[in-house]
């Protein structure tokens, strides 16, 4: 088992590998914001200007995605006109190995001192009246998952017992809802619940969820969210709806699917992270 000193260490050496590309790219601005790309979302990083491209595989001790859809690299650049890092392929904790390893890159983000953490995701749309191919800001989480990234000793800076009470930034949410009205888009705003997968839901499942009040369903960032609230980064989060969830249609469900309409939903998406990008600040507790 890798100890928290190691983890740290790991943390630390990937984050010195992105410093120097950030030197070359930013001249040492730090950047406002990490943008976690998710699932076919990765065309995002077309948007980035200029960017110094660093392959994860560049990366000391940076798990490496092995799902269709996500590539792999981490890109230094700007984006409405904001200097950012973007990264391109996640892993899940369907993939494997210890909880944390999702959310190495949140770990790599604070050691940086980018305040701000813009996540992405693809999801199964729960709510009725909601539609593939529309977009979600989060505005809560269900952790579902049976697990919890933080699982194991304390790593670095982070707070054993972090406050999720705002997990999603009320300020940072505010500039997205507004970017997407300035944009003329129809923005959901909902509750995420977060499963393990990789198998898709079951009707049954789909039907708890709704009960339990959750507007849309994934595999991904909440585990990075609970990590980036335990190192005093704030979070915003935007899903994709790229399916009905099982069951809501008599029918099933597959990852082919959640790509083609991700690739539907990308151009608007990525409209609307630049747009709301453009008006970030940067310290932590400056009022954006
Ligand atoms: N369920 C879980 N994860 C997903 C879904 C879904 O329906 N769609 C995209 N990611």
Known sequence: MTGPGEIQAQVEAAAAALRTR???????ETPAVAIAMGSGLGGLGA????PVR???????????????????????????????????????????GAPGRVAFYVRVAAVLGIPNLFLSNAAGAIRAGWHPGELMLVSDHLNLTGTSP?????????????????????????????????LGQTLHEGVYAAMHGPAFETPAEIRMLRTLGADAVGMSTVPEVITARALGI???????LTNYAA??????????????TTKLAQAGFQRLV?????????????VP
Do not use: M, Q
């Open 22 to 28: 950030i030197e070359t790219r930013l001249g040492g």
């Open 47 to 50: 948007e980035i200007e200029d």
């Open 54 to 96: 660093a392959p994860y595989e560049e990366l000391p001790g940076w798990p490496r995605p092995t799902v269709i859809g996500h590539a792999g690299h981490a890109l230094i650049g700007t984006l409405g006109g904001r200097p950012v890092l973007g990264l391109s392929g996640r892993v899940h904790l369907y993939e494997g």
């Open 150 to 182: 933080l699982i194991g000793p304390v790593v670095g800076a982070e707070n054993r017992f972090p406050d999720l009470t705002f997990a999603y930034d009320r300020d940072l949410r505010t500039i997205v809802r507004g970017s997407a009205a300035e």
């Open 234 to 240: 704030r979070c915003v989060a935007v899903s994709c």
């Open 247 to 260: 069951g809501v249609l008599d029918e099933p469900l597959n990852h082919e699917e959640v790509l083609e």
């Open 274 to 286: 630049a747009e709301s990008i453009s008006k970030f600040r940067y310290g932590l507790f400056d």
